[in-house]
């Protein structure tokens, strides 16, 4: 008899035992599975904010197309809501209306416009009588093509008695989460007419007429072609400082590409 009651203990030891091992074991297949299922998902979660980023970021001909209408707003809306004697009634100096242009256009697309189509006269801001910038035609074919996932240009070819046979080109760069024009460049087909000047010779025409010091050694460049296709150049000089180097800018010069003369942007 006690033989038996010490067999059925062992026996029931031995039931116990085999439990818990099975129930350790399907704790920890549970806790690997688990951390396996948390893995996964976090991957999933990963490649779908890398997939909604990519789509954020890309850029279709309805958002290029919005893009630039609110550039050409930006800039009409001044026009359209100036005084009949040209006074810009919401802005009283070039340097506020650049700080308005940044906020769709480039630093120096920004200054190019402000500087070409605006003056300041008797401490308040005019608008030049002079014609508009070319837009984008979106009822007409145009083309989008992608640089990168921060640039894209949209290229329209157009011909005009004004402009001629050419292709505009807007640039678009992604800045800060947020698209801009970045610049609007024409480029003339091969039918345009012969003895136009340079690149090299603006340069060298705006080195030879401007005014400065002769401790001065400024850079002199053309910073880019305006939709007429006259240079804009750059006179500017970099001052290098303890705590780093700015640019000092001395001028802005258009410079036409069919006859060389000089316009001063600035004044």
């Not at 399907?26 to 789509?55: H, I, L, M, P, Y």
């Given at each position: 008899?006690?033989?038996?009651?010490?067999?059925?203990?062992?026996?029931?030891?031995?039931?116990?035992?085999?439990?818990?091992?099975?129930?350790?074991?399907?704790?920890?297949?549970?806790?690997?599975?688990?951390?396996?299922?948390?893995?996964?998902?976090?991957?999933?979660?990963?490649?779908?904010?890398?997939?909604?980023?990519?789509?954020?970021?890309?850029?279709?001909?309805?958002?290029?197309?919005?893009?630039?209408?609110?550039?050409?707003?930006?800039?009409?809306?001044?026009?359209?809501?100036?005084?009949?004697?040209?006074?810009?009634?919401?802005?009283?100096?070039?340097?506020?209306?650049?700080?308005?242009?940044?906020?769709?256009?480039?630093?120096?697309?920004?200054?190019?416009?402000?500087?070409?189509?605006?003056?300041?006269e008797n401490n308040a801001l005019y608008i030049k009588a002079m014609e508009a910038p070319v837009w984008l035609m979106p009822d007409q074919p145009y083309t989008l093509e992608k640089v990168n996932d921060q640039e894209y240009h949209v290229i329209q070819e157009r011909e005009s008695a004004l402009l001629g046979h050419v292709n505009i080109t807007f640039t678009l760069t992604r800045m800060d989460h947020n698209w801009i024009v970045e610049n609007v460049k024409r480029e003339q087909f091969n039918n345009e007419r012969s003895g136009q000047i340079k690149e090299e010779k603006a340069i060298a025409l705006v080195r030879q007429n401007i005014q400065l010091d002769e401790s001065t050694n400024p850079k002199i460049e053309v910073d880019h072609t305006s939709e007429n296709g006259n240079y804009i150049v750059h006179v500017y000089e970099v001052v290098e400082q303890e705590e780093g180097s700015h640019t000092a800018t001395y001028g802005w010069y258009k410079v036409s590409k069919n006859d060389g003369k000089i316009t001063d942007m600035v004044k």
């Open positions: 008899m006690r033989k038996a009651i010490i067999m059925f203990i062992s026996l029931l030891i031995f039931i116990f035992t085999t439990a818990c091992n099975s129930a350790n074991d399907e704790q920890q297949e549970s806790a690997v599975t688990g951390e396996d299922q948390r893995e996964n998902d976090e991957q999933q979660v990963t490649n779908t904010e890398n997939k909604q980023n990519e789509e954020d970021i890309a850029l279709s001909k309805s958002d290029a197309e919005d893009i630039l209408l609110e550039y050409e707003n930006s800039f009409m809306k001044i026009v359209n809501s100036s005084a009949n004697d040209g006074k810009v009634k919401k802005y009283q100096s070039k340097d506020e209306l650049i700080s308005h242009f940044q906020t769709i256009m480039s630093d120096s697309l920004a200054k190019e416009r402000v500087h070409t189509y605006f003056k300041e």
